[in-house]
Each structure stands twice: as C-alpha cells, then as structure tokens.
C-alpha cells in the first residue's frame, strides 16, 4: 500500500482547498440559510461531484490542455464569469425577499422554494466554473501523482476529493441550517445576501480581466 502513500498529500491539500472561502462556499451557505437542511447538503453533493469531475479531466490532462491553449481557457473563463455573474445578479435581487423560517421536520424540502435538484444543480455549475479549481486540481496531479501511477489512481483521487468536499460543505450546511442560526440569517438577510452577490461578483470581473 505505500505506492499509494501520495494520496495522503493530496488528501490534505483538497480539504484545506476546500475550507477556503469562494463561490462555493457561499451558495451552500445560501442555499441552507434560505431554503433548508436538505438544500444545503444537495448543494453540497454537487460540488462534491465538480470536484471529482475535474480531478478525472485532470488525470486525462484535460485541465493541462485547457491552460496550454488560450482560446479555450479564455473560452472557459468567460463562460464561469458569466455564470457567477448570473447567479449574483439572482441573490442581488432576492435579498430584500422576505423569509419565512421553517424547520425541515415542519416543512418537507419539495415544498420549499426551488427543488433539490435545482440546488444539486447550482452546486455543481457553481463549482465547475470556476476555473481555479481545475487548475489545482491539474497542479495537484503534476505535483504529487507518479509519472508511472499504479492502478486505480484516477478512481482513488475522484474518490477522495468528493469525499472530502462534500463532507466539508455539508458540515456547514447542517452548521448553517439550524433554527437558530436561520433566525439571525432572517435578521440579517440584506446584508448576507448583498455580501454574497458581491463577492461572487467580484470573482466574475476577476475571471474577465485575469
């Protein structure tokens, strides 16, 4: 089992990369505050599922190939801005909404707004735009996996970086779902939700002009 002992730094590097604060973060933390529990964790699943997507694209030099060639990469990027654009310009306007908190065990999630599929959804566009991820996915790859990798590696990798995704997301989408917690969100919605549109914002104009 030690040939498999790169594992363990790529383990690391993808949970302390998905601790830190971007888009991502920020629609799970919409989705479980305005919505609910289960909102959050399926906005979780798909940005689990972003992860391990680039991290297969990455093992077939996809990702490589992307930076290698401007047009694409150009290409890739104009379409996650406008994504990300998009979905501040939804939160924007959502954000002097009001809200009516109700509990998961008050309010089944399909009678909530928006369906789980729809959060599914978001969280995987949300993290497959972003052109970032790809790219640390693909230094990842470059850095730590053998040039002769032993069986399986593709599979272990996308394993693991759903794993450890998913797992941390849906830790702050029970973190953030809580009645207590929903009930100061409610307070505080303007101001979260703004906070959010704009720094998703931010990112697009970042992506437009990088």
Do not use: C
């Amino acid at each position: 089992m030690t040939e498999y002992s790169f594992l363990i730094a790529i383990a690391g590097i993808l949970f302390f990369g998905a601790m830190s604060p971007g888009p991502s973060f920020f629609i799970v933390a919409q989705n479980s505050l305005s919505k609910s529990r289960a909102h959050g964790v399926a906005t979780a699943l798909g940005t689990g599922l972003g992860v391990s997507i680039f991290a297969v694209l990455a093992s077939f030099g996809v990702t490589t190939l992307l930076k290698s060639v401007p047009s694409a990469y150009l290409v890739f990027k104009l379409l996650g801005g406008v994504y990300l654009l998009y979905l501040a310009y939804r939160i924007w306007r959502g954000a002097s909404e009001g809200l009516e908190i109700a509990t998961d065990r008050d309010t089944p999630p399909s009678k909530l707004k928006g369906s789980l599929a729809k959060a599914f959804l978001t969280g995987l566009v949300t993290q497959t735009s972003n052109p970032k991820t790809a790219l640390v996915i693909a230094g990842i790859f470059a850095a730590f996996v053998p040039a002769e990798p032993p069986i399986n590696t593709t599979l272990f990798v996308a394993l693991i970086a759903f794993v450890i995704d998913f797992s941390w997301y849906a830790v702050v989408a029970i973190s953030l779902s809580t009645t207590a917690t929903r009930n100061i969100y409610v307070r505080a919605k303007s101001g979260f939700d703004k906070t959010a549109s704009i720094f998703l914002g931010l990112v697009a104009i970042k992506l437009f002009i990088s």
